[in-house]
């Protein structure tokens, strides 16, 4: 990782700005103030990190598809998030490297997850907003991931199954998404995501959209 996309990491957002009288802050407001820091993933993090994601996907979250996909491979550097408020863990998101033909550097997102006491307050969006950010300052040109379109397109996402993209197992294509870094039209990419280190991973394909 350059020093420039450390220290990116490293720096949190501006300083806590707690709430006047009995007026909640607006989701925008503690975005922009930035109630809570962004910062890069430590060691110490990673027991609560782990159990964060045991609430939001379960504990037999491992089965899950995109967990299968990058099952043994070490999360692109640089990109491991934690949000923290007040130096409490609120909420984690990490990338991955892979392949894909016409890419040079592309990552998948997940997973992503935040404290279920902290939802709604921005703390999702502030997670993936930095790491685009910085997986551009990284030199990362594009970007998949396996989610709910209707919260991910506010980043850009669009569905990749039209786009010619395959997932080497078997997803829902509604929930197969892409994006280009830094946004752009999804054009010169093409065929089936494979893991960064060329293992195959199973010859299902994903499912065109019914
Ligand atoms: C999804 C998740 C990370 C969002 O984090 P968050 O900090 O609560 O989200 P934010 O406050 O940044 O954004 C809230 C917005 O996202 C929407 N949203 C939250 N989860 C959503 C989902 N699964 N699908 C669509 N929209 C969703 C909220 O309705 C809200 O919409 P609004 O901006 O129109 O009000 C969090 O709910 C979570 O950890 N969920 C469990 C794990 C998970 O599902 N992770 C991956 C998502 S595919």
Redesign the pocket.
Known sequence: MTDTAQQEAREPLAEVKPSVGNKSPS?DTLLEEGVFQIVAERPEDAAAIEA?LDV??GPDRHRKTSYRFRDGLTPAEGLSLIALDAGTFQ?SLRFWPVQIDGAKKPLLL???????A???????????RRGLRLARRLGHDWVI????Y???K?FGFVHAFPHGLRFPEPVDAR?FLVRRIPRGPITGISGLVRRADGAAVSAEVVRPPS
């Open positions: 989701r964060l939001a996907f909420g997940g997973p992503l997850a935040v404290d279920p902290r939802r709604g307050q921005a703390i999702g969006v502030a997670l993936v991931l396996i989610g709910d209707a919260y991910y506010r929930r």
